[in-house]
């Protein structure tokens, strides 16, 4: 039988070099440089200890500092990689001080009252100048066409106001070296959801969002059972006298995200003005042509996000983060970071490949450590912001280059050992 000289085995991972491309990431997004260019961060490593410092700073004593300065500088080296604005910003504030560490944010609820729109955009240029993307519900803003009452004139709906967030975004982004990014979510029963739907294939419209649908059970029924499917709006008290509230064809009741100034029963849901009916399965059919046409709008399917809440006692979800894999309640961000399983895959590509797991099990304890410290530099520049996330400390971890890790470890995609693993590097890392 063959054997392997103890001495030539290999019993830590291997080094892979930088390429270039990974070279020039780190040059343009994450390297700290001065106002004038001259490097702060000469090596990728000085990144590591810049971040790894700012983050371990702030434990208690000095000797805890040390300790875990030690320990994150050696997770950093080792795989585990915090969210961009973590790399980019964590001990930057000499050179860069209005900036944050979190990537992601949840606007406040935006009611429907143009002192209340204004102000979140206010919220919102405050919060993408930190270099936070940010994400809101604009359904509960009344329809095109609706009357307002205290400007004697009729709105031109949710979209247009929308696009007054584009432009704020497009104008603050080109002043900084990071592009803008939103998240608009836009409910199913709105009047103006197909104009929502159809929004982005006017040229050059909305170009700073990503759109989503918030799709409820409710809708999805009346889709399965080709229902019919009521497109409502809340009235408030003086809208409501026009209307007979106890008539089908005229009110239907609905949950929503405010209460405020609307009619609200002993159940606790608005009395909704009907503006049309549509069949469920037409607008099923419209959702499905721009997806496959145009790539949006996504799809959230809200009321499970909420009862999958661990929170949902006290926080109503009705928004994500730009990218959509974060749902998050008013004011709330997104803290993310991801372990790179291919820097834990011991003598790769041989018959002897193995799976570093005291190493991964260690990496991850001290990430969970170091991303629950980021939430005390936050850096976020409103108040409910950071009450919001001190009152929570959300913060997730995941992993990245599985199907890599999978190769160098000899198990082919997607094989019964290879889900194994998978599940395995979850469990572990859970």
Known sequence: MNTVPAEIVQTTAVEIPFQPASKDIWEKKYRLVKKDGTPVDHAMDDTYTRVARAIADVEETEEKREAWYQKFTWALRRGVIP??????????????????????TVSGLVEDSMDDILGKTHEAGLTLKAGCGIGYEFSTLRPKGGYVSGAGAYTSGPLSFMDIFDKMCFTVSSAGG?????????????????????????????????????????FMAAVKNDGDWILAFPVNERESKALDLNDPKQTIWREWPSHKDYIVNDEGLVACKIYKTIRAQRLWDIIMASTYDYAEPGFILIDKVNEMNNNWFCEDIRATNPCGEQPLPP??????????????????????????????????????????????????????????????????MGFLGLGSTMTMLKMKYGSEKSVSFAEKVSRELA
């Not at 050059?204 to 409820?216: E, M, P, W």
């Open 331 to 396: 004011y709330g961000s997104c803290l993310l970071g991801s372990v790179n399983l291919t820097r834990f895959v011991i003598e790769p590509f041989t018959e002897r490949a193995r799976f570093d797991w005291d190493d991964f099990r260690k990496a991850v304890k001290i990430f969970a450590r170091m991303l629950d410290n980021v939430v005390e530099i936050n850096g976020l520049p409103l108040d409910r912001q950071r009450d919001e996330i001190l009152r929570k400390r959300r913060h997730g």
């Open 83 to 104: 969210a961009g604005r973590i790399i980019s910003n964590a001990g930057a504030t000499k050179y860069k001080p209005a900036t944050s560490t979190i990537n992601c």
């Open 178 to 218: 990071r592009r803008g990014a939103q998240m608009a979510t836009f409910d199913i029963g709105h009047p103006d959801v197909v104009e929502f739907i159809r929004a982005k294939r006017e040229d050059g419209r909305l170009r700073q969002f990503n759109l989503s649908l918030l799709i409820t059970d409710e």
